[in-house]
């Protein structure tokens, strides 16, 4: 099972790019997308409903803000819209899948570089969530988080990292929060399988950063401990284009 994770930066942008055809050449098993930037009414009918999957959406309150989508092969046992926060639900930021192995989130962490208040926000967030992950392992539930969290863990992680220890994305606060995730068992599959890989998922579009491949990794699959035999591979499709990230992946061998 391939799963993929793909910040589309609107998700009529990206239809118009050619992602439809891309669905149809790449296949993937389960496809989370984050910030797409549409409420219900604008979803045209080749988006909803792609040939051979079943597709979710969450919606920000504000228009051609946020907002993410799921879209899957298997038909899941539930899924459930946000964390049952408001001041994050009405951002469209969360939807979670459960299936039978496992029960996956698509997340669109916050970004915390416009100010203080947006920064407290985005640490809030970054706490609520890992309570609300490790409430589903108490109940027997192991996890796969992806999406775009916003920040680039370790240095090899972005291409400055020198000139950007000041700003929100790289900051000590922000990549501890990483630490602690790692120290409930969490597994960074990129780095599992390439700890010394650098490669990238996201370039400024204001300084044409990708041409120069002057980015940041900030787009993560994470599984809890139990899923770490089955977890096979992951991957950046740097070679993808159409938005300022790329989709990353991660493959699992089911039984």
């Excluded at 298997?74 to 029960?103: C, N, Q, W």
């Excluded at 630490?179 to 010394?196: A, E, V, W």
Aim: with cysteine; net charge negative; aromatic share 14%.
């Amino acid at each position: 099972m391939k799963i993929y994770s793909w910040n589309v930066n609107g998700i009529r942008a990206i239809k118009r790019k050619g992602f439809l055809d891309w669905m149809v050449e790449e296949q993937p098993d389960i496809i989370g997308l984050q910030e797409t930037k549409i409420q219900d009414e604008q979803i045209s009918d080749d988006l909803r409903d792609i040939e051979g999957y079943k597709s979710y959406f969450s919606f920000a309150e504000r228009k051609g803000y946020s907002g993410v989508a799921l879209y899957t092969k298997k038909e899941p046992i539930s899924v459930r819209h946000g964390l049952g926060i408001e001041r994050f639900d009405k951002e469209g930021r969360v939807l979670m899948a459960e299936y039978p192995e496992f029960t996956l989130l698509n997340v669109y962490f916050p970004n915390g570089k416009r100010n203080k208040t947006r920064l407290k926000y985005k640490l809030d967030f970054y706490d609520d969530i890992l309570d609300f992950c490790e409430g589903l392992r108490k109940k027997g539930q192991e996890l796969i988080i992806f999406g775009d969290y916003n920040t680039a863990h370790h240095e090899i992680d972005l291409k400055n990292p020198r000139a950007n220890e000041d700003t929100s994305g790289f900051l000590p606060i922000e990549r501890e929060w990483f630490d602690k995730l790692l120290k409930y068992g969490y597994l960074d599959t990129y780095r599992y399988f390439y700890p010394d890989k650098v490669e990238y998922s996201w370039w400024s579009y204001r300084t044409r950063a990708r041409e120069r491949n002057a980015g940041w990794r900030i787009d993560y699959h994470f599984v809890s401990e139990g899923l770490a035999e089955k977890i096979k591979d992951a991957e950046i499709m740097t070679d993808v284009m159409g938005s300022d990230h790329c989709p990353v992946t991660l493959e699992l061998e089911l039984s």
